[in-house]
């Protein structure tokens, strides 16, 4: 018999992280006023610990446990993830009043971009600062030669 | 009562935690396209976590899963270097085993 168990926790885990990262964006995006859905998460939260704690089976218990305590550190994600969106870091949503404010302010570093969307440099690449670094070195071992 | 379940929402926090920093390291000190080799790892443990004991297999599942998770933000951390929101390395990285094969693969983002 296979042990499904962890197969089961990784499950919970993964769409915890999931959730976590998918869902707080497009709550935060979508709520004029983060403090309810915040709230929400909360209560949800801790009602899955008491649930896991009196849960009958150790599947049960874990996968509330573990789905639980990723909600309760969404609430907080929500005000990381807004000041995010204050900074430009996530895109700004200009049909949310909140997000609209964000957009208006005087020196405003929010953005309708998702700047995120691209593809990364090549890290196999020797970027031109460490290219200067490098020439700059071999020049000083020579001098000492 | 259970405590074990809570204990493993615990575990699972922490593990989480542990992979914010990994994926921070391992970008900068190996670079992004070594991605399939903490996907691969989970992979491993997940299935791993089918033939032990019941505690064992969720400890084994909830870092597998975390792992999995840690391989899809290894890009996504690269741009985030790339933007100047972390501190990029600016030495060039060490290329993965397969390199080349992994180049042609899209690195998954959720």
Known sequence: MLQLTGLWMAVATFLGIWWGHVGVRWLEAHSADIRPPALIL?????????????????????????????????????YRQQKRVIKGHAPANPNNPRHAAYLAAANSHATTEDLLDREPS???????????????????????? | MNIIGLGLGLFSFFIIGFGFVWVIRGEYYLGYLWWPYPLLLGIILIIASLFVSPIWSALLGITGASCIWGATEMKEQAVRADLGWFRRNPRPKPAPPLVEVIKKIHAPHL
Do not use: C, Y
Request: charged share 15%; hydrophobic share 50%; proline share 2%.
């Open chain 1, 122 to 145: 090549d890290p196999t690449a020797q970027t031109h600062s460490w290219q200067a670094a490098n020439i700059k070195n071999q020049k000083s071992r020579v001098r000492k030669i």
């Open chain 1, 42 to 78: 909360i209560v949800i939260g801790i009602a899955l610990q008491i649930v896991s704690l009196f849960a009958s089976n150790l599947t049960l218990s874990g996968v509330s446990s573990i789905v639980g305590i990723t909600l309760l550190w969404d609430a907080f994600e929500l």
